[in-house]
């Protein structure tokens, strides 16, 4: 292993170094005094045998919900506000007392690494705001302004939490890297300093983006980075009464070159990162021993001890060490069901905390699952695996009603809940190669829709929270109504659904969506099993399964992207006109279907266009590969083979392009003859995370505009884009 030697740096950074090393050992060697106030007197000093029992009793102790509040609240504090003290916390934090909220872990942003809201003198002050770089023009970032009166956004919410009978940890998002859209010509409030002065330190840059993770990310098998990673940590555990930390590991998932160009971590890399743990837990044992109080280490992480590994993050190690006292799963992904969390922590006298991050699933329509009724079921099952405690991420209505239920399934028992397959649907090939290996759990939603072949039965699981017999001991009664989302479904005698092996009759089929009565006794406190069959239709089999002739606007379940003010969309002539006439970040405009697409079966899609100018695409994926065919005015190609080409002009008529996918062949069309060949050249290739084709304008680099007459696609079979439960009680 590489030994770190100061004298290895620059003389810049070995000046840095020094002068870090001096302020981090006069801020050990004087304890806990700083210049945000001091301990109360009270303490007594511990020793270690008595801080370590003393953690243990305040790991039993019950949190019911842990909130996080990621700092917002500050970096984007309305204008017309004055900036005091009760306005700030009246924004995320106030309305949480008396609610089931029993920890809040606030994160001073940490945004870009090395980035805070508190008074650091290790890391940057974050002072300047998102309107300096014309974002959010009606707000500001108040750190500074409450610094000046004598305290700052950790100190405040620290100082509320106690007052209030409430814990308060820090949060540090290891990684966080929102900064991405930093370029050096277009600069962002959220890159730091120190990285505009150690580009070196990143696993990328602006030009040479990774393929996996963020370029902004830093290295942390660089010593630089691990040693500033403990110091930030350290510096807070030595200046604010916090009663944890919550290393936040998952916000966002990159941590060494390897895996951001597509490698798993290796051994040593994982030894780094343990060992910085264990630097972490030493600190923190230290600090509690001189205060005469413990200070608990969370994590959040990916539930897949393997992925984590993979990662660099040797989970399993870290437990059986014993440096972590709550271990909290999930992000942007889930791997496995809650049981797989709570054993895994329980296995090692550590606390369970399933995270209930924000959804961020596409497509919804009938259902949201960030819902009321959503968040309700999604706790109800954690609690249901035997979790100790809720954690809930990137939700900030302080008022809201969740607060009061979510942390006790005793107050969730009687009321109504959604259930869904699936909750969250991001990718975890996106952090790390062939990440979705390590999934144990259904994907399904809009974006990730599943495809019905007649004949052949399709099966999935539903995991429910309910136990129908303590609600009815409690004087209710539930109703279950089954949801399933077929766009094109005409027939609902096409169908047969079981629930848990048994028959469902009387259904009914109206606006795309087929809905059928569960009875109450078949529903399960755990997994319950769906299957599907669609019966064979009689008649024509080459039927398009998707539609959209531009009469209108594509709806639902058709998605449009978000657009820019330099994007253009109308209705002309018998046409959908779609232009990009921008070269910026997000300056694209598609339309999407997500269609359940497999490489098994012969999927087709047909599109009648007139280019106009620039550059247009029809994009397909079936979710293992993927591939753009490519409209510009004297020509067409594919994206990722432009060698296979043909010249055309495009712009003189409507063209007829029909698109061939099957196993790893792909053939384009014109006109009704055969003009681009990939046989054999359409096979697994990452950065096609869904499950879905679109048709429109461009991207972010590039400009383009066209005339699309209509689009099709036939994949077979019936698209199944959700599956909800629905639960309503009565009083018996």
């Not at 953690?55 to 019950?62: A, C, E, F, S």
């Not at 308060?168 to 930093?182: I, L, Q, Y």
């Not at 709806?555 to 449009?560: E, G």
Request: with cysteine.
């Amino acid at each position: 292993m590489k030994v770190f030697r100061p004298d290895s740096l620059d003389a810049r950074t070995a000046s840095c170094w020094l002068r870090s090393l001096l302020v981090m050992g006069m801020i050990l060697i004087a304890g806990v005094s700083t210049s945000v106030g001091e301990e109360p007197e009270d303490r007594v000093p511990l020793t270690t045998s008595e801080l370590r029992h003393a953690r243990k009793q305040k790991l039993r102790t019950p949190r019911r919900i842990i909130a996080n509040n990621d700092g917002c609240d500050c970096l984007y504090f309305p204008k017309d506000l004055k900036p005091t003290v009760a306005n700030f916390l009246a924004q995320r934090t106030t309305d949480l007392a008396g609610t089931q909220v029993d920890t809040i872990a606030y994160c001073t942003i940490s945004s870009g690494f090395s980035y805070f809201t508190h008074k650091t003198r290790v890391g940057t002050l974050l002072s300047h705001s998102a309107s300096d770089f014309g974002i959010a023009p009606d707000k500001r970032n108040i750190a500074r302004e409450l610094i000046a009166q004598g305290t700052d956004p950790l100190r405040a919410v620290v100082d509320f939490g106690h007052r209030h009978n409430m814990e308060v940890f820090w949060s540090m998002r290891m990684n966080d890297t929102h900064d991405v859209a930093h370029h050096p010509d277009r600069p962002y409030f959220l890159f730091p300093p120190l990285k505009k002065e150690h580009p070196e330190w990143l696993v990328g840059d602006p030009i040479r983006r990774t393929p996996y993770g963020r370029w902004s990310s830093v290295d942390y098998a660089r010593p630089e980075i691990r040693d500033l990673a403990f110091r930030f940590i350290a510096e807070v555990c030595t200046s604010y009464d916090v009663d944890g930390i919550e290393l936040d590991f998952f916000r966002h998932l990159c941590f060494f070159k390897s895996t951001a160009f597509g490698k798993a971590a290796t051994d040593d890399e994982r030894f780094q990162m343990t060992d910085l743990l264990r630097r972490v837990r030493r600190m923190t044992e230290q600090v509690g021993c001189r205060r005469g109080k413990p200070i608990l280490v969370a994590v959040r992480v990916p539930d897949s001890v393997e992925y984590c590994r993979d990662m660099g993050l040797d989970l399993e190690r870290w437990l059986q060490e014993g440096l972590i006292d709550l271990l909290i799963t999930t992000g942007y992904f889930r791997l496995n069901p809650w049981t797989y969390t709570v054993q895994l922590a329980h296995r090692y006298g550590v606390a369970a905390y399933p995270c209930l991050s924000d959804s961020r699933v596409r497509g919804e329509s009938r259902f949201r699952r960030a819902s009321l009724e959503g968040y309700r079921g999604r706790a109800m099952n954690a609690w249901a695996a035997g979790a100790d405690g809720i954690h809930i991420f990137n939700f900030f209505d302080p008022k809201a009603q969740l607060w009061r239920e979510l942390g006790d399934p005793r107050t969730l028992l009687a009321k109504d809940k959604l259930y869904f397959v699936t909750v969250r649907d991001g990718n975890p090939n996106s952090f790390l190669a062939g990440g979705d290996r390590y999934c144990r759990v259904p994907v399904l939603t809009p974006s990730h829709a599943a495809r019905l072949v007649p004949g052949r039965q399709w099966e999935t699981e539903l995991t429910m929270g309910e136990d129908v017999a303590d609600a009815r001991r409690a004087g209710f009664e539930p109703e279950f109504t089954l949801h399933l989302e077929l766009p094109y479904l005409k027939q609902l005698e096409r169908l047969q659904v079981k629930w848990n092996g048994q028959v469902l009759a009387d259904g009914h089929l109206s606006s795309g969506w087929a809905d059928y009565p569960v009875p109450a006794d078949s529903v399960r406190k755990g997994t319950n099993r769906i299957e599907l069959l669609l019966r064979e239709k009689p008649g024509r089999s080459d039927e398009w399964n998707i539609v959209y002739e531009a009469t209108e606007r594509p709806r639902r379940p058709w998605q449009r992207d978000r657009g820019s003010p330099r994007t253009l969309e109308k209705l002309t002539d018998g046409a959908l006109f779609l232009a990009d006439r921008g070269t910026v970040s997000g300056d694209y405009l598609f339309y999407r279907y997500a269609w359940g697409a497999t490489p098994d079966a012969k999927t087709v899609v047909e599109a009648q266009v007139k280019v106009i100018s620039g550059a247009s695409y029809v994009i397909v994926a079936n979710g293992i590969t993927g591939e753009r065919l490519e409209l510009w005015p004297d020509h067409i190609d594919l994206y990722h083979h432009r060698s296979i080409r043909y010249d055309m002009d495009t712009t003189d008529r409507f063209h007829l392009y029909r698109i061939e996918m099957e196993g790893e062949d792909l053939k384009v069309y014109v006109d009704g003859q055969l003009r681009l060949d990939a046989t054999g050249k359409f096979s697994r290739r990452s950065g096609y995370p869904r499950n879905e084709f679109a048709f429109g304008a461009a991207n972010s680099t590039m400009v383009g505009e066209a005339l699309w007459a209509s689009v099709k696609a036939r994949v077979g079979g019936q698209i199944l884009t959700d599956v909800v439960m629905s639960v309503r009680y009565r009083e018996r």
